[in-house]
């Protein structure tokens, strides 16, 4: 039956971009005309059911309409640009729905990890489905007879990673044979000098599955099981997306692990602090050699997380025995070659430095230990700046991330007392907006209790306003390198002193706006609070949502997405995530809404994050219990959904 409708669904698409457009027809520029006959070639090989020649028919469509798109356009011929982009976003939905498994029911890998896990950032951004919700904003929503469960599969990150390392990882994680690196995902994506080992879309075409199958590799150690080989498969054959919050970082690596080697978070009152004074010096002088696929001495020095690890010479670190740290030892000369290699040495303060941190215990004082160190050194900068310096700080910022998502388009841009809204919509539509943000702020500061006075995020907060489902996409795959969840329309995210909110604006999403909107002003509020969970950001910025929203269709397609979730007994369900799909989502808001039901105490608990205090020692202060056994006691009461 799933089939069935998508082979209908399809065919409707397929007879669209397989007849030529009269309009398009008549232009001389051969290139348009160009695109116009991929997109032909695509319908009717889907129509004939030859996925591989529509893919490579809606490939070559991409690239001729990029050319096109990077001259200057005319009213007229954008309009054409704009319809023709929209075809082929068309022609990919079709072409991955056609090449997902079949299934009756939602498959589960063995940790029920959710198939379109796709995020970013040091922090997760928390995505926003509006589909269904602006559909039941245009007509009465029928009963609901069923609940429908929301889809499930492999992830890269909690399923496909750990076989990796477990497998693979005396070869290809911690070196390169073969000149293959899986020490990253980067890495991974890039394959060998042959070329990639990756097909994402098709397992039977990727050499690396085909290598399994076949018992090639791994050529030492216990092989691939066949449950095993299945999960990789599955997570190729959806697209092999990656869901972690950095393409470079090792792989693996979480901060849940190093806290388990050493990982001490700093206190404030330390005289050296990491990320002020030291991570810019390893930045400056060791990350170039200590870093990447192949670092020297297996020693990653891009991120703090690399630094508690060590190399293959052991630990770089020893806070209760200083002097005998290798790191010091190695930067001062005294064992084996002194470094920075082939460098000029350290000076005695940066030297001196180091000691000491090493005596007050080699403390943490940034957000994320599996972070790059250059984003621990942004936001140590961040904290230090006043609100007009991280203002003008952040403007640039968010020029250069459009630029790096729309790089030949032109932004409209609007400022208001709170907000730097750019996007490629009209100038009007740009002004309807902000003018909506800032009510959506009032609703937040009153529900919060905050000083109405005070900046609701320091350093104001840039809104990026897309016209288009596509345009969403796109920002998300060039800014932040990841795929973005299906169907979600908006995401509020921090990496450094990169602090932005992002919202699909189409005509479509009148209804959802106020929400959709208030759910990424909230989501920018919490991400400014430094060590703030990413599962709270996540859900409190969508339960501060639906209380100032109650009524939106978005809030009870929310609502709707609570009931349908699968039951779970354990808290990691969410707890644990570090990226957030549709099921994490209503997971973490589910937990989070029943917060709120005591709105006074969560308002207490928001009060104790602005004056800087500790999330944990605030829950326990706000809830007289910590998050874990808050948590389990909501999963004895209503399991699953709360």
């Known amino acids: 039956m799933r089939t069935a409708i998508l082979l209908v669904a399809v065919a409707g698409w397929s007879l669209t971009i397989g007849l030529a457009d009269p309009a398009i027809a008549d232009e001389t520029d051969d290139a348009i005309k160009s695109v116009d006959q991929s997109l032909a070639t695509a319908g009717k090989a889907f129509r004939e059911k030859q996925l591989d020649k529509a893919a490579a028919a809606l490939a070559e469509a991409k690239t001729t309409l990029k050319s096109v798109s ?10 054409k640009v704009d319809a023709l982009e929209e075809r082929i976003a068309a022609g990919d939905r079709a072409l991955t729905k056609l090449k997902a498994p ?41 009963p609901r007879k069923t609940a429908k469960a929301l889809p499930t599969g492999p992830s890269f990150t909690s399923d496909v990673a750990p076989i990796l390392i477990a497998k693979c990882g ?34 039977q075409d990727s050499r690396m599955a085909n290598l399994m199958l076949s018992g090639a590799m791994p050529k030492t150690g216990t092989k691939v099981t066949p449950e095993e080989l299945d999960l990789i498969s599955r997570w190729i054959n959806a697209g092999a997306l990656f869901d972690g919050t950095d393409r470079t970082a090792p792989l693996g690596q979480k901060p849940s692990e190093t806290e388990m080697d050493g990982l001490v978070k700093a206190t404030g009152k330390e005289s050296v602090q990491f990320a ?26 891009e991120t703090f997380a ?52 090493l005596k007050e215990g080699a403390k943490f004082d940034g957000s994320d230990a599996a972070a790059p160190l250059r984003v621990a050194v942004e936001e140590s900068l961040a904290g230090r700046m006043t609100h007009e310096e991280l203002t003008t700080k ?75 489902q596509f345009d969403y996409s796109e920002f998300v795959r060039m800014v932040e390198g990841r795929e973005a969840p ?63 929203e109650p009524r939106n269709p978005l809030v009870k397609q929310w609502e709707a997405d609570v009931q349908n979730l699968p039951a779970t007994d354990t808290p990691d369900a969410f707890l644990s995530a570090t990226v957030f799909d549709a099921e994490l989502s209503a997971r973490s808001y589910a ?17 104790a994050l602005v004056e800087e205090r500790d999330f944990e020692q605030a829950v326990t202060d706000t809830f007289r219990s910590n998050t874990r056994a808050l948590v389990e006691l909501w999963l004895r009461r209503k399991p699953g959904r709360g």
């Open 70 to 79: 990077d001259g200057d356009l005319s009213p007229a011929m954008r309009t």
């Open 102 to 142: 079949a299934t009756t029911a939602p498959a589960e890998s063995k940790t029920g990890a959710p198939a379109d896990k796709a995020t970013e950032s040091k922090k997760k951004p928390a995505g926003s489905t509006p589909a269904a919700a602006t559909a039941k904003a245009k007509k009465p929503a029928k």
């Open 170 to 203: 005396n070869c290809h994680v911690r070196g390169s044979r073969g000149g293959l690196s899986m020490a990253t995902f980067a890495a991974l994506e890039k394959g060998t000098r042959n070329g990639p080992i990756l097909t994402p879309g098709s397992a």
């Open 276 to 301: 002020r004074d030291l991570a810019p010096v390893l930045v400056k002088h060791c990350v170039g050699c200590h870093g990447g696929d192949n670092p020297g001495g297996q020693l990653r020095l």
């Open 306 to 357: 690399g630094l508690l690890q060590g190399g293959t010479t052991g630990k770089a670190i020893e806070a209760d025995k200083p002097t005998e740290s290798l790191l010091l030892k190695r930067i001062r000369g005294i064992d084996g070659d002194r470094m920075p290699l082939d460098k000029p040495p350290l000076s005695d303060q940066e030297i001196a430095q180091f000691e000491t941190w």
């Open 394 to 468: 952040r403007v640039a910022q968010a020029h250069k991330l459009w630029a790096l998502a729309a790089p030949d388009e032109a932004a409209q841009e609007v400022q208001t007392s709170n907000f730097i809204l750019m996007g490629n919509v009209s100038s009007a539509r740009l002004n309807e907006i902000s003018e909506l943000a800032e009510a959506e702020r009032v609703k937040i500061v009153k529900l919060l209790k905050l000083d109405p006075e005070t900046p609701l995020v320091k350093g104001t907060l840039a809104v990026f306003v897309l016209k288009r």
């Open 486 to 548: 299906r169907g979600a329309a908006g995401h509020a995210n921090v990496k450094g002193s990169d602090l932005y909110a992002c919202v699909t604006a189409s005509t479509d999403n009148d209804a959802i706006l106020p929400a959709l909107i208030a759910e990424q002003i909230a989501g920018g509020f919490l991400l400014s609070f430094n060590n703030l969970p990413p599962w709270f950001a996540a859900g409190a910025a969508r339960a501060i949502a639906a209380r100032v």
């Open 591 to 607: 937990f989070v809404r029943s917060l709120t039901q005591k709105l006074p105490a969560f308002q207490s608990l928001i009060a």
